[in-house]
């Protein structure tokens, strides 16, 4: 429904890769993608909640849960890539190297939502970093030259938080509550 407040839970990218990928980003501006994600909204999104309602007292007490059972962690970003097909991607991305600590963490918060709001994800999830979605223009992208590309980076995950939508603000995301990971 219209003027409903979405929310979503995802890790802060930081500033460093999130200045590289600008970086790139801008190589990229002709490209046609109708919409570039702006530099202070890059994130992983854990998961996608949409309109939470009376559930959001309820999902911070089992997030505060789902927190105090993992601790911090490092991840690694990798090379950009496209969901979709080259020649006409939907989202134009950096990936993340796959991390066991990170993919629990994000089962455990999918299972909180699907609990509470009775929805379950059924695609299997992709950690990565959204730099561009929407494309709009006829040639495509080359597959070889997103390969060649890549942002090695490691840093350490020791928190995630709670973001409110704001679609028509810069940045869009507002983050309400940080989650502490335990120090490892």
Same mark, same amino acid.
Not at 151 to 163: D, G, N
């Given at each position: 429904m219209k003027g409903e407040q979405h929310y979503f839970i995802g890790i802060n990218v930081p500033v460093s890769i999130a200045r590289q990928a600008e970086n790139w980003a801008k190589e990229l501006t002709p490209f046609p993608f109708k919409q570039w994600t702006y530099p202070d909204d890059y994130h992983i999104t854990l998961q996608f909640l949409g309109f939470v309602g009376n559930k959001k007292e309820k999902l911070i007490n089992r997030l505060k849960e789902v927190a105090s059972r993992h601790s911090s962690f490092s991840m690694q970003t990798g090379?950009?890539?496209v969901f979709g097909a080259y020649n006409k991607p939907r989202v134009l991305y950096v990936s993340l190297k796959p991390n066991d600590k990170l993919m629990n963490l994000q089962r455990d918060i999918q299972a909180v939502w699907g609990d509470l709001s009775g929805l379950y994800e059924k695609r299997p999830y992709r950690a990565h970093i959204t730099i561009a979605k929407k494309w709009g223009g006829e040639a495509g992208l080359s597959e070889e030259q997103l390969k060649q590309t890549l942002?090695?980076?490691?840093?350490?995950? %020791? %928190? $995630?938080?709670? $973001?409110e939508v704001h679609p028509a603000s810069k940045p869009k995301y507002k983050k309400i509550l940080s989650f502490s990971l335990r120090s490892q």
């Open positions: 090379q950009y890539d942002i090695k980076e490691q840093f350490q995950v %020791s %928190s $995630f938080a709670l $973001f």
